[in-house]
């Protein structure tokens, strides 16, 4: 409650007060409400108020009150919910989220409040302990005594859970418990987790790791904000180093906070259990596969400073922490921080500003900064913390170019013959091979040998690729899929489709061709639907038992697969063309992690790129291992046409079903086009989808310096019109994709 927000209606009367709440609701940046006479209702505390017939719960929030709305239309707060407040520095991070995103403050504080069945009341749970010794007149049926047996002492289990274990029914629990052989305790539903012991040993590091992890304690010891770069090869050791700052951070209070946050897809369970290894107990996990009651024992548990090491995907970065102290950024470079729904935020940008409102220090890591990085870092920003060599005996890899325009596969296959006699080379050695292409099944595009048509989907500008497994063609885009046709849609000519370019379907066939005795298989996200199936995949990987493993960038994640000498990139020029800003850096990226796989434990490893252009600079780069001499070109490209990180781009989406609407809408928003220095603005455009699901998309684009505010450059811009509301308006600041 501010001063501003208070005030008497009246020298007689009771005071008035007033507040505003806001709601976790996509519309606006909060409402004011009355307090009711003995209700306390200050900034943070979650409370349930009316809106229109509905009630809704939302924060009590500081700001000025809104003077438009006259003290008797206020509406009273229903109630105030007997939980903790939410922290200052979470409110203060959500401002500056919706400021920064242009995005409605109930929008983000959505992803902080999402798990709302945190405060629902939830049905408590009855447990059984064994009782020991039993009572001396207990008679035990057989039945009886393996129901005994499955029970423990003092870790409760649900008659439930006890039937299943000893094979009964939940009868014969209730009946050993009443005959006295078990206790009924109730069972917290959200029982707390084991506090990490940040005084176990770590590993022992090497002397370079060793005074890398002096530096970030020091950070952490001093308890101030600072950013900090681990930049280090793959296999270097930058999680064990980490790990260490998080264990100086756990240690210096019993109620401090840890944060590490990675793309979802590298939260494998390899690396969730070495962080068990280090504290001796799991982390609290976020990510979007918990059910309900896990993510509620999380949120809560986050909320009362119980959890206190949090490893999640990037979304954790908004849970209610009471005492963070510390966050750890994972590969930092993954583009897969860029959320791309909702709140369109940058989770590593996001996790900076965290830090600085909550004076603490944040640690980004990779082995392939992002170049927005690499500026912060030149420009003193950010510090930076090298680590150049591989832990141990490990070597970086030797990376060869194969230029398919001299060393063509053979017609209808795809492997160069230089790449397939080093294939023969490493299995000859009984070692194994990661054949790597980023794009899921079989070929990308098919086409009718008679009319040329190419399959597309219905609705949307995109093409059909081919399933063979599941004999279908598919959309990556909409999800939309069909069985192969047998005649041609558009021509009606019988079996004259043909599959143009390889997925990776296509080239485990022509694998599992050449060499029929091996085993061949795929590791792409079709692949790893079921879960299971992508854990036992991976550890016949990891045993040796896969000789040669075709996968997307799936694999390329985090995976120590000690006996993969021989890394191919099937297609090093994909990804380089199209008109997105950041296409080099992320085929620079993505192709050194993935060489990054290759001779991770003693013996050396090889990397093939195939490439149809091996004089690009990206290409360069990557076969010199020159990723310096690559971000600095790619930095003095990007200055010179002003895009960032040297200026801010903001995408401007207008969308909808009627094109005559879409195209009055982009016509009304360029007329009031703000002219100032420092800003371009492009557009409208139709976005290259322009059809998708059967909506279309137009796109401006706005450019300012970087001196400029582009948040108010756009804000500016779009207050000036009002659109019909069958136009559909995204604002995507720091914009990743360009589609
Ligand atoms: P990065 O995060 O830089 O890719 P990791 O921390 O995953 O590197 O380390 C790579 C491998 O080397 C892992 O298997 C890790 O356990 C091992 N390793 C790194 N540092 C040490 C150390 N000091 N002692 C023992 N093993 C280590």
């Given at each position: 409650m501010t001063a501003q927000a208070s005030f008497l209606t009246d020298a007689a009367a009771e005071p008035l007060r007033r507040v505003k709440v806001v709601l976790p609701l996509p519309m606006g940046n909060g409402y004011d409400y009355k307090v009711p006479l003995g209700m306390a209702a200050e900034p943070g505390d979650f409370v349930v108020v009316p809106l229109g017939p509905r009630m809704v719960r939302g924060v009590v929030w500081t700001g000025e009150a809104d003077a438009t709305v006259a003290d008797e239309k206020l509406k009273p707060l229903a109630e105030r919910i007997d939980a903790r407040p939410l922290p200052a520095d979470v409110m203060a991070f959500v401002d500056w989220v919706a400021n920064y995103t242009l995005s409605p403050k109930g929008t983000v504080l959505r992803l902080v409040m999402?798990?709302?069945?945190?405060f629902e009341p939830i049905k408590g749970q009855t447990g059984f302990l064994q009782v020991i010794p039993p009572p001396a007149d207990l008679r035990l049926t057989e039945k009886r005594q393996a129901v005994y047996d499955a029970a423990h002492p003092e870790i409760p289990q649900t008659a439930s859970m006890l039937a299943k274990a000893a094979g009964v029914s939940d009868a014969v629990v209730r009946g050993l418990a009443k005959a006295g052989g078990l206790a009924a305790v109730d069972i917290d539903p959200d029982p707390p987790f084991a506090a990490p012991d940040p005084g176990r040993p770590g590993r022992e590091l090497s002397d370079d790791q060793k005074a890398a992890a002096d530096d970030l304690i020091e950070r952490v010891k001093a308890g101030r904000y600072s950013s900090t770069l681990i930049d280090g090869v793959t296999g270097s050791g930058k999680t064990e180093v980490y790990l260490e700052a998080a264990a100086a951070a756990l240690a210096a209070s019993p109620t401090a906070q840890v944060c590490v946050l990675l793309p979802e897809i590298a939260l494998t369970l390899p690396f969730l259990q070495r962080i068990e290894d280090r504290f001796g107990t799991p982390a609290a996990h976020w990510h979007s596969d918990l059910s309900s009651a896990e993510r509620r024992r999380v949120w809560k548990r986050v909320a009362d400073g119980n959890a206190r090491l949090v490893v999640g995907a990037r979304s954790a970065l908004f849970l209610p922490y009471a005492d963070l102290r510390l966050i750890v950024v994972d590969e930092e470079h993954e583009a897969a921080y860029k959320q791309h729904d909702g709140v369109l935020y940058q989770a590593r940008d996001m996790a900076v500003a965290r830090g600085a409102l909550g004076g603490f220090p944040v640690v980004l890591v990779s082995a392939t900064p992002s170049l927005e990085t690499l500026a912060n870092v030149e420009e003193g920003r950010y510090d930076i913390i090298q680590l150049t060599s591989r832990f141990g005996p490990a070597q970086m890899p030797e990376t060869a170019i194969v230029d398919l325009r001299s060393h063509p596969p053979e017609k209808g296959e795809w492997l160069s013959p230089k790449v397939v006699d080093a294939i023969n080379d490493t299995l000859s050695r009984q070692e194994q091979v990661l054949l790597y292409l980023n794009r899921r099944g079989y070929a990308p595009v098919t086409l009718c040998r008679k009319c040329g048509e190419k399959m597309t989907a219905p609705d949307s500008d995109t093409w059909l690729v081919e399933h063979k497994y599941t004999g279908r063609l598919v959309c990556h885009h909409t999800g939309f899929s069909m069985p192969r046709p047998d005649h041609c849609p558009h021509c009606g000519a019988f079996d004259s489709l043909v599959p143009c370019g390889p997925g990776v379907e296509r080239i485990e066939e022509e694998a599992r061709l050449k060499w029929p005795d091996r085993v061949v298989e795929v590791l792409s996200s079709d692949t790893m639907m079921r879960p299971g199936a992508t854990k036992s995949l991976l550890e016949r990987m990891t045993n040796g038992e896969i000789d040669i493993l075709v996968a997307t960038q799936a694999a390329a994640k985090g995976h120590n697969f000690p006996n993969l000498t021989l890394v191919a990139a099937v297609d090093a020029d994909l990804g380089l063309a199209g008109g997105d800003l950041r296409a080099a850096e992320r085929t620079f990226q993505t192709l050194s992690q993935v060489a990054g796989r290759?001779?991770?434990?003693e013996k050396p490893g090889r990397v093939m790129l195939q490439s149809y252009q091996p004089d690009s600079p990206v290409i360069r780069a990557l076969e010199a291992q020159d990723r310096d001499g690559f971000a600095s070109a790619e930095l003095e490209g990007r200055a010179s046409l002003g895009f960032p990180p040297y200026g801010r781009l903001a995408a401007i989406i207008l969308s909808g079903e009627n094109e005559a609407a879409l195209n009055e809408a982009a016509r009304q928003l360029a007329q009031v086009v703000p002219q100032a220095e420092g800003v371009e603005i492009w557009g409208p455009a139709p976005a290259p989808l322009y059809r998708l699901r059967g909506t279309y998309r137009l796109r401006f684009l706005v450019k300012t310096d970087r001196r400029v505010s582009i948040q108010n450059v756009v804000a500016t811009w779009l207050s000036r019109t009002k659109l019909k509301s069958s136009v559909r308006m995204t604002v995507d600041v720091d914009p990743y994709i360009f589609t």
């Open positions: 999402r798990s709302g069945q945190v290759a001779g991770r434990a």
